[in-house]
């Protein structure tokens, strides 16, 4: 065999082993390819986005559930007669009180002053405490004195039908005023759902008409 056919079958055979070799590049590229788009996790995104928004939306509902109750138990500030009664004598940052600052006993009943804080005491507005009438005709008079231990306690029962003011001696001025209705008195004929007193300060007029709004408001819904 000459140099030239020698030279011409090895030029093939380089031709053809090419050839093999782009072909076989050829069919194992898609498979490659193919593989790769279907392991890409392309749901799961959507997945965590799903539980996100349905963890979310659960928050909110129990935000919005979160103030159903309670919300609406106050309709009655002064209530319905009881046998007892309990009021605190305090020192807060807003002043001085009696909380609540109006109560409500059946004739005969007991209310029970507590001095949870500063120093207090219970006087009825009544002639014997040097003081103008604002109880019912009739009605007996009490003072506490001053209250300074924290947990004392003063009680006073009351055996005549109607509306009965008080004060903290060292802060009537302040505005430390109380009220007691007792039984179901008729609000148009009590002394104490009468004008202020005129020579009372202004604070305390204020008071006292504050007091006797709550008043007129529970007496007249007994009596529409």
Known sequence: MTNDSLFTRRRMLQLTGGAAVVGLAGCTGAPTNDSGANNTPADEPASDSSTE??????????????????????????GAPADTAEVAMVNADDGFHFEPHVVRVNVGGT?????????????????????????PDGAASWDSG??????ATFEHTFETEGVYHYYCIPHESLGM?????????DPHEQVALEEPPADKPERVREKLEELNGMIRTALDDDHE
């Open 146 to 151: 001053i209250l300074s231990e924290g947990g």
């Open 111 to 135: 209310v029970t002053f507590v001095n949870e804080s500063g120093s207090h005491s219970t006087t009825a507005y009544h002639p014997d405490n040097d003081q103008p009438q604002l109880v």
């Open 177 to 185: 005023i109380g009220s007691v209705i007792v039984g179901e008195p």
């Open 53 to 78: 928004d349905q963890h979310d939306e659960s928050e909110a509902e129990t935000e919005g559930d979160g103030h159903d109750d309670g919300e609406d138990d106050h309709d009655d500030a002064v």
